[in-house]
Nanobody, 134 residues
Framework: QVQLVESGGGSVQTGGSLRLSCTGSGYTFNNQCMGWFRQAPGKEREGVATIYTGDPRADRMMWYADSVKGRFTISQDHSENTLYLQMDDLKPDDTATYYC???????????????????????WGQGTQVTVSS
């Protein structure tokens, strides 16, 4: 059974930075679709950034929502089995609960493929709150 635990959320002002972390168990970290999604009050959950952990060197192994491109960076530490989301230049619209997701990859996985897998899946952590004030 997959268990995911997010941390690193908090309250910052516009323009600030936060780094979210996701650790877990019950899955093979170095061969997984993993990613970050978020949900604001009254809105549907949306993808933020996803990654195929099997080969993170290629850019195509990562996917970002247009709204966070250039500001957020997804990364991983295989030695710590930890997924990160570095969030810079935060805006009030980034306020949401952020969730980590992990599912086995299909053949020929990429960041975009993993986004599709994860958004249809049901493997989430408990979430961590990010609040950005203006």
């Amino acid at each position: 059974q997959v268990q995911l635990v997010e941390s690193g959320g908090g309250s910052v002002q516009t323009g600030g930075s936060l780094r979210l972390s996701c650790t877990g168990s019950g899955y093979t970290f170095n061969n997984q679709c993993m990613g970050w999604f978020r949900q604001a009050p009254g809105k549907e959950r949306e993808g933020v950034a996803t990654i195929y952990t099997g080969d993170p060197r290629a850019d195509r192994m990562m996917w970002y929502a247009d709204s966070v491109k250039g500001r957020f960076t997804i990364s991983q530490d295989h030695s710590e089995n930890t997924l990160y989301l570095q969030m810079d230049d935060l805006k009030p619209d980034d306020t949401a609960t952020y969730y980590c997701a992990a599912l086995p990859p299909p053949p020929f996985a990429s960041g975009t493929v993993c986004y599709g897998v994860l958004r249809r899946g049901n493997s989430w952590g408990q979430g961590t709150q990010v609040t950005v004030s203006s």
